[in-house]
């Protein structure tokens, strides 16, 4: 993982504020199958090489899978207060639908900007609605022309 500037991790300059790249892992299998929202996880390790200024939250960028095409994404970094997790994770809602899963691709993250902090909801209902909304705020701000630029960074694999 790196990060791409000297910025502080919440400064929202149109620019790539950090880099994550590892293997996809299964998570918790709720994505798919509880919220129909799938997400890609990062390992432990990823997760814990984080910069101490990443806050608990929802991210919004572009992501890579292998050598495929960059697509806006979405990443929820945190606690998952709504399922008490004990463990802290990274979870990535690439906004494509693939026709399989990816376990074991190389996925690449490159965060662009921050949506919102890490909340808890009081329904399955008003999380799904809440994930939904991050997703189409992060359409939004990736549709600028200086967030669509980053979409060409050297951190993808290009070949």
Excluded: C
């Excluded at 691709?105 to 909340?119: C, D, H, Q, S, Y």
């Amino acid at each position: 993982m790196s990060s791409d500037n000297n910025n502080s991790f919440s400064d929202q300059t149109q620019s790539v504020l950090v880099v994550l790249q590892g293997e996809v892992v299964k998570g918790f299998g709720r994505g798919s199958k509880e919220l129909g929202i799938p997400t890609a996880n990062f390992p432990e390790d990823v997760v814990e090489s984080l910069p101490e200024d990443v806050q608990q939250g929802i991210y919004y960028g572009w992501a890579q899978v292998g050598k495929g095409e960059v697509i806006e994404s979405v990443m929820s970094v945190g606690w998952n207060p709504f399922y008490n997790n004990t463990k802290r994770s990274a979870e990535v809602h690439i906004i494509h639908k693939f026709a399989s899963d990816f376990y074991g691709e190389n996925l690449t993250m490159a965060v662009v900007g921050f949506i919102r902090a890490e909340k808890n909801f009081d329904s399955l209902e008003l999380l799904i609605e809440e994930i939904n909304n991050d997703i189409t705020i992060a359409k939004e701000k990736l549709s600028t022309e200086d967030a669509l630029k980053l979409k060409d960074s050297d951190v993808f694999n290009k070949e």
